[in-house]
């Protein structure tokens, strides 16, 4: 069973940063595919970027390339979002999920396995 432990959310203001962080208990971890994915009221669940933990390969959406980065510390089965010149429309529930193998972008939460139970990020203008 995998489990996918999140940390790292709050609230911040406009134009500020923040660091998420997933720890993925399974023992397959160098062979995943690791996601964020994020929800606000009353939208559905979105991509925001994903990292094959074997080669470091990643995915991020239009919507915050440029400002975010997906990495990964092999050694502690963690990945990590860093979230800087973060916008009001940043806000929302940010879940970290888990597959065996990284889908084609754009990345849908149908392509994802496991999920985290999620962080709150609030960002006030």
């Known amino acids: 069973q995998v489990q996918l432990v999140e940390s790292g959310g709050g609230s911040v203001q406009a134009g500020g940063s923040l660091r998420l962080s997933c720890a993925n208990s399974r023992s397959t971890y160098l062979r995943s595919c690791m996601g964020w994915f994020r929800q606000a009221p009353g939208k559905e669940r979105e991509g925001v970027a994903r990292?094959?933990?074997?080669?470091?390969?990643?995915y991020y959406a239009a919507s915050v390339k440029g400002r975010f980065t997906i990495s990964r510390d092999n050694a502690k089965n963690t990945v990590y979002l860093q979230m800087n010149s973060l916008k009001p429309e940043d806000t929302a529930m940010y879940y970290c999920?888990?597959?065996?193998?990284?889908?084609?972008?754009?990345?849908?939460?149908?392509?994802?396995?496991?999920w985290g139970q999620g962080t709150q990020v609030t960002v006030s203008s």
């Open positions: 999920a888990a597959t065996s193998s990284c889908p084609a972008a754009p990345i849908s939460p149908d392509d994802f396995t496991y």
């Open positions: 990292i094959y933990t074997g080669s470091g390969n990643t």
